[in-house]
């Protein structure tokens, strides 16, 4: 498996622009999940979902954000609109399911730049 | 909430000393313990993951102890080479949540 698949790696773009971020997690895996990187929080957990329903999303910051899964191997991370602060990695994760040996795969993630 | 601390936050030792990584959790009660490694601009790769039944986990030079009732655990790295050189993470799973914690800076000197 080719594992996590994000897109864009980079994006750079004005603020008030949509960004629109994407993911293909790995086959057969239940779970998906979406996080954010900065210098000041360190890697924080926006939303995720089970089996495509959006489970938890009490860490999307603002409805600025929205995040959707309409197949088992498709996600999207949308910001709109967005603003500097929003600049970060946004990584996307995939595990096959919870319990005692849960592991969480990662993306090599989005570098978001707001200008 | 569950509060993750890696201590030192940065490290630098010559090639082929061992590595000691700390990191402490505040909430005993947890799934279990992810360590992943990133390199500069990358994503995080899982390293090594103890259930919290587990002391401790092996994976070639790599070992990591477990002691959920302290909130402990150590990520051991033996005889270190250049290419060690990276973040490396700790994270507990309470749940479906990972915590992570800042990280370990690594550079080891050839």
């Known amino acids: 498996d080719a594992g996590v698949i994000q897109s864009p790696r980079h994006e750079v773009t004005e603020m008030g622009q949509e960004v629109t971020l994407r993911c293909k997690p790995i086959?057969?895996?239940?779970?998906l999940f979406w996080y954010r990187q900065t210098m000041m929080r360190g890697l924080e957990l926006l939303i995720y979902?089970?089996?495509?329903?959006?489970?938890?999303d009490s860490g999307m910051p603002e409805d600025r954000f929205s995040a959707k899964m309409p197949n088992a191997s498709f996600s999207t991370l949308k910001i709109q609109p967005s603003e500097p602060r929003d600049s970060a990695v946004y990584f996307c994760?995939?595990?096959?399911?919870?319990?005692?040996?849960?592991?969480?795969?990662f993306g090599q993630g989005t570098r978001l730049t707001v200008v | 909430k569950q509060e993750v601390t890696q201590i030192p936050a940065a490290l630098s030792v010559p090639e082929g000393e061992n590595l000691v990584l700390n990191c402490s959790f505040t909430?005993?009660?947890?799934?279990?313990l992810q360590w992943f490694r990133q390199d500069p601009g990358k994503g995080l790769t899982s390293l090594l993951l103890?259930?919290?039944?587990?002391r401790e986990q092996t994976s070639g030079r790599l070992n990591a102890s477990l002691d959920k009732s302290s909130g402990r655990s150590t990520l051991y790295i033996a005889a270190s080479q250049p290419g060690d050189s990276a973040t490396y993470l700790c994270?507990?799973?309470?749940?479906?949540?990972?915590?992570f914690g800042a990280g370990t800076t690594v550079t080891v000197r050839a």
């Open positions: 994760a995939s595990s096959p399911r919870q319990g005692l040996n849960t592991e969480a795969f």
């Open positions: 086959s057969g895996h239940d779970y």
């Open positions: 979902f089970n089996n495509n329903v959006p489970i938890d």
């Open positions: 909430d005993s009660a947890i799934y279990n």
């Open positions: 103890i259930q919290s039944s587990q």
């Open positions: 994270a507990v799973s309470l749940t479906y949540k990972l915590s």
